[in-house]
């Protein structure tokens, strides 16, 4: 029998063994293990805040005292040339990599610096990676019910009796991606844009409050781009969103601001049309 795998938001949290180090700031940051999913201090009105963030790699900095700020429910934009360093912050938030210096909070009390990635995860930031990742050979249906939070195995979940809520939350969520008539369907039959419909709806399966989207219409249709364009601006204002892309009529069709990177920096931020009359950004990115 083929063995599928755990994903993260299915495994036990890793300890600290430094639990009461300080964070170094004058946040009072919250211990390991703190579950930031419900009544996360967001009392300023940012849910996610990066200052002075520089990672290296053997020398090389792929992100340099890189400043950025998102608002809740906020539907964000990251743009830029490869290289730029959008892949690397979103490792940075997600705790996948760890910054060699600077500071990153989820909403005012949460360090992301003393979080393990599946700790992350939990507090409520989801990622959604440009290939899309379903269990191919369960159903649209047991995909979602996978994903809703849990502690348990994968098989000891698809056992267990649902609730009411949870048959629920699932109904409203296939509603929400379309995928209500492909609700018996094994996932792998599914088209490329209908397996990143099914991954976004895992990922709100598990109530984040923060998603970090990358290139999410890639290899989709005209139909399927304009969808999630809907889909997107609809769930804005509920959760925060970040999205990294490349597609401009996209971006402009749904961001409220728009940050551009470049060598590993902010080189501007702004609506899109601001940022398209940027000369900088023309130079490095857009071109004439």
Not at 237 to 262: C, K, N, P, W, Y
């Amino acid at each position: 029998m083929r063995t599928l795998p755990t994903p993260a938001f299915m495994l036990e949290p890793a300890l600290d063994p430094h639990p009461n180090r300080d964070a170094g700031t004058s946040r009072d940051a919250l211990g390991l293990g703190a579950a930031a999913a419900t009544g996360l201090d967001t009392r300023h009105g940012t849910i996610l805040t990066l200052e002075d963030i520089s990672v290296s790699f053997d020398g090389f900095k792929a992100l340099n005292s890189l400043n950025l700020y998102i608002g809740v429910g906020e539907l964000r934009c990251i743009i830029g040339p490869n290289g730029a360093g959008k892949t690397t912050l979103m490792d940075v938030i997600t705790g996948k990599t760890r910054p060699t210096a600077g500071r990153a909070w989820f909403g005012e009390t949460l360090d992301l610096t003393r979080l393990s990635e599946v700790q992350i995860a939990q507090a409520g930031i989801g990622r959604k990676f440009q290939k899309p990742t379903v269990f191919e050979a369960l159903t649209v249906f047991e995909n979602l019910e996978l994903a809703q939070k849990t502690h348990k195995s994968v098989w000891a979940s698809l056992r267990a009796r649902l609730s009411g809520e949870q048959r629920d939350q699932i109904e409203h969520t296939l509603q929400m991606i379309r995928l209500t008539a492909s609700v018996n369907r094994p996932a792998g039959l599914l088209s490329h844009g209908q397996k990143q419909f099914l991954e976004i709806g895992m990922l709100l399966m598990q109530d984040p409050q923060l998603l970090l989207l990358d290139e999410p219409v890639a290899g989709m249709t005209d139909a399927e781009t304009e969808f999630t364009a809907e889909l997107f601006k609809g769930l804005a204002g509920q959760r925060s969103l970040m999205v990294v892309e490349h597609d401009m009529g996209f971006v402009g069709s749904i961001a409220d601001q728009v940050t551009v990177l470049h060598q590993g920096s902010v080189l501007a931020e702004g609506t899109l049309e601001e940022v398209q009359a940027d000369e900088r950004v023309i130079e490095v990115y857009l071109g004439r």
